[in-house]
């Protein structure tokens, strides 16, 4: 009796997570005039109680249609975003594998006061760091380019952090075996340390994805150019006019970050549960 009662608690839990995402996508399907209607009270001066139906009254593809038809800087926004999101992406594991791998297999001067630093810039949010980032970057004459973007992106402390417990567990008899048999530091870490370390590795993929891809406070600080702006900034400009559009966007954007969760769920459970371990 006892499990019955918890799944259903879970159960309730887990309609009261989808209903938000059930909102956006049917509102989506909504004509304008029902939209105006429904949410007039929120989005302008008028008094009263915003609608929200469980079903639009009459569905419709036109928020759709005039998103991909009559809006290009929705276009211009989402590659924005794939050529910011991606190359940082990309980054963190080109900088933060090495890193990791040299953090969880070998012992050197400095190694405890560097990961110190590692986890407390870690732990600083981005309203810390903006300002000396904003001045950094301002010096490097990056300021307005998307690299302001990518480059501080790419050299991300949280993937080293989350990729070094998976490269410490892989056995060291391992690594020393392949070591005997002739292998050298760079072949070990190629052949052995990413196969084995590729769910560390793929979980900070699908983390570093899903945080670019919304950021909103790194591009509204270093990105005056507004056609420099990624998708995540096309969705708060909502009012009564374009809120179909708004919403269908909100759709869109979501697409690509729940296929890429779908895809490394499996591998964000172990990291998550990795980031846990003690040392």
């Keep these: 009796m006892r499990k019955w009662l918890i799944a259903?608690?879970?159960?309730v839990l887990a309609l009261l997570v989808w209903?938000?995402?059930w909102m956006i996508i049917s509102a989506s399907f909504m004509g304008s005039e029902e939209m105006t209607?429904?949410?007039?009270p929120v989005?302008?001066?008028k008094t009263g109680y915003a609608l929200w139906p469980l079903l639009p009254q009459y569905p419709t593809l036109h928020s759709y249609v005039e998103?991909?038809?009559?809006?290009?800087?929705f276009f211009t926004m989402f590659w924005n975003s794939c050529g910011q999101v991606f190359p940082v992406v990309i980054g963190q594991i080109l900088v933060g594998a090495p890193a990791a791998w040299a953090f969880a297999r070998?012992?050197?001067?400095?190694?405890?006061?560097l990961y110190a630093i590692y986890i407390v810039l870690m732990l600083l949010?981005?309203?810390?760091?903006?300002?000396?980032?904003?001045?950094v970057l301002?010096?490097?004459g990056l300021m307005n380019t998307v690299w302001a973007i990518i480059l501080p992106g790419a050299v991300s402390t949280f993937p080293v952090f989350l990729m070094i417990r998976f490269f410490a567990a892989i056995p060291t008899a391992l690594t020393e075996a392949a070591a005997l048999d002739g292998a050298g530091p760079w072949q070990i870490f190629w052949y052995i340390g990413l196969p084995l370390g590729a769910p560390g590795i793929l979980s900070a993929v699908v983390l570093g994805f899903l945080e670019y891809w919304n950021m909103l406070e790194q591009p509204m600080t270093f990105l005056k150019d507004k056609t420099l702006w990624p998708l995540s900034l096309y969705l708060p400009a909502v009012t009564s006019e374009n809120a179909g559009a708004s919403l269908a966007a909100s759709v869109i954007m979501l697409l690509p970050a729940l296929l890429i969760f779908l895809f490394g769920q499996r591998y964000l459970e172990a990291g998550i549960s990795a980031s846990g371990l003690k040392d």
């Excluded at 998103?67 to 800087?73: G, I, K, Q, T, V």
């Excluded at 949010?125 to 001045?135: E, I, R």
């Design 138 to 140: 301002d010096r490097l």
């Design 8 to 11: 259903i608690l879970l159960c």
């Design 67 to 73: 998103l991909l038809l009559d809006s290009p800087e």
């Design 43 to 45: 989005l302008s001066d």
């Design 19 to 21: 209903i938000p995402l």
């Design 106 to 113: 070998y012992d050197f001067w400095g190694k405890k006061f």
């Design 125 to 135: 949010p981005f309203q810390v760091t903006m300002v000396s980032s904003y001045f």
């Design 37 to 40: 209607q429904n949410l007039a």
